[in-house]
């Protein structure tokens, strides 16, 4: 069965950096894209970021652009989300999930999540 | 950037009951619409996909439906583990995916 595990949360000061982890298995990692999605302390979800099965590409929010990276290592079955210059407002639980491709047509691709992890919890407070 | 709204934010509802959420977009996203539900503590699920697929395990109980900005989740017969926030995402213009601020499922 599909499994994400994520680690690497904690408490960080403001300005500061923290590298999240999720180890995949299950699935066929390198075949699939994968997301980071977050929540807030009794907020909603929000999007950050998604690379794509190659890593060829890679979106951000806007609201972490500049700051937070996104990667993989396809022999490890494993994402990564760096981030830094973290803020108070990205306090949050931080979700790796992975993509779906629903179909495909002229215009693109269209994918959600399937599965997702049970989350990290990054505090940024000094 | 697609917004989408859910409402209401909190409905209340007895055991046996039927529940309608709704999820609006702010321009058509066509049937590239998500359902997930998260219970407190746990990472979201995915439920519906297309609009109107269930996933996989999902109970028949669960429908989807709607198409271009207006659509509707409905839980055809309240259990007591369907108690729960549910939130609807587009996934037709990307970046980014969008989600509503979500429903909660309480009882009544």
Redesign the interface.
């Known amino acids: 069965q599909v499994q994400l595990v994520e680690s690497g949360g904690g408490v960080v000061q403001p300005g500061g950096s923290l590298r999240l982890s999720c180890a995949a298995s299950g699935f066929t990692f390198s075949s699939y894209g994968l997301h980071w999605v977050r929540q807030a302390p009794g907020k909603g979800l929000e999007w950050v970021t998604f690379i794509r099965f190659d890593g060829s590409n890679k979106y951000y929010a806007d609201s972490v652009k500049g700051r937070f990276t996104i990667s993989r290592d396809n022999s490890k079955s494993t994402l990564y989300l760096q981030m830094s210059s973290l803020r108070a407002e990205d306090t949050a639980v931080y979700y790796c999930a992975k993509d779906l491709t629903a179909y495909y047509d002229s215009s693109g691709y269209y994918s959600f999540f399937d599965y997702w992890g049970q989350g990290t919890l990054v505090t940024v407070s000094s | 950037e697609i917004v989408m709204t859910q409402s209401p934010a909190t409905l209340s509802v007895s055991p046996g009951e039927r529940a309608t959420l709704s999820c609006r977009a702010s321009q058509s996203v066509s049937s ?1 619409l ?1 359902w ?1 539900q ?1 219970k407190p503590g ?5 439920l519906i ?2 609009a109107s697929t269930r ?1 996989t395990g999902i109970p028949a109980r669960f429908s989807g439906s709607g198409s271009g900005t207006e659509f509707i989740l409905t839980i055809s017969s309240l259990q007591s583990e369907d108690f729960a926030v549910y ?1 609807c ?1 587009q ?2 213009n ?9 429903t909660k499922v309480e009882i009544k």
């Open positions: 590239n998500a997930y998260q746990q990472a979201p699920r995915l996909y297309g996933a939130y995402q996934y037709n990307w970046p980014p995916w969008t989600f509503g601020q979500g």
